[in-house]
């Protein structure tokens, strides 16, 4: 149920698809690359993998001499994919302070997924939610305007780019054939994206008509950033339930 693009782009590109991981910055909120340097990184390593109690494979990224000119200060990164069923999908992530200075991070689980048809989806548990519309023109303070969620059902009609500030933990997405809900801990906030048509056609990676064909819902930290004391640890993680068809 996750969608990849046809046009995906190798490494070193951003994936456009799965679950891209955005840290320790979301979007353009820092001084850092956009959605940081953890989903572009060559310097992953496979920590360790196993099928009991459930197939899980954990993933370390570690600060060096390049990670410090974007981000200086020493971390370590681990990033767990478990399969606990097979309607069932967890994805979590710990971030490590291994210097003797705090330091903030904006994070996001930016993952894509898969409908038929862009107008067919609808996301439940978002009415009432702040959020900060970037796809709206800039506020006369020159920052995104933020409205309250007035639909008891988010649908996508062009282009979305929305984040829920202090989102609940309980999300269900719905396409027309599939319900799939959503339970993030650690996470405060979520994100709804698609790129609408009008400017899918200046994507590169993004085939042709396929900006149809995902809606990303977003587990994320970005209002608010994560202070991270030394030698403090901190964690989240989402689990994809898919249920019974419609």
Known sequence: RLFVSSAAKPPPAALRGGTPLCWPQFASKG???????????????????????APTVTF??????????????????????????????????????????????TTALHTYFRVPSIGAVSIDGLNGITYEDSAAPLDADGKPPRVVESSEQVRIAGEVDRVYLGAPDRLTLQDGTDTIHLLSQGFKD???????????????DLGAGEWENYVCIESAVVDKPVKLQAHGSWMGGVTYTLASPQ
């Not at 390049?66 to 097979?86: C, E, G, M, N």
Request: charged share 25%; glycine share 6%.
């Open 190 to 204: 979520a994100v709804v994206w698609n790129i609408g048509a009008e400017k899918a056609t200046a994507m590169d």
């Open 31 to 53: 001084a850092g690359p956009k959605h940081g340097f953890a989903r572009t990184s060559s310097k992953w390593k496979v920590l360790g993998s196993s099928i009991e109690p």
């Open 60 to 105: 370390e990224l570690c600060d060096d001499d390049d990670t410090q000119a974007a981000f200086p200060s020493k971390f370590r990164v681990l990033y767990h994919i478990t399969l606990p069923s097979d309607s069932e999908l967890t994805i979590a992530m710990q971030v490590m302070n291994k210097g003797e200075e705090p330091f903030e991070f």
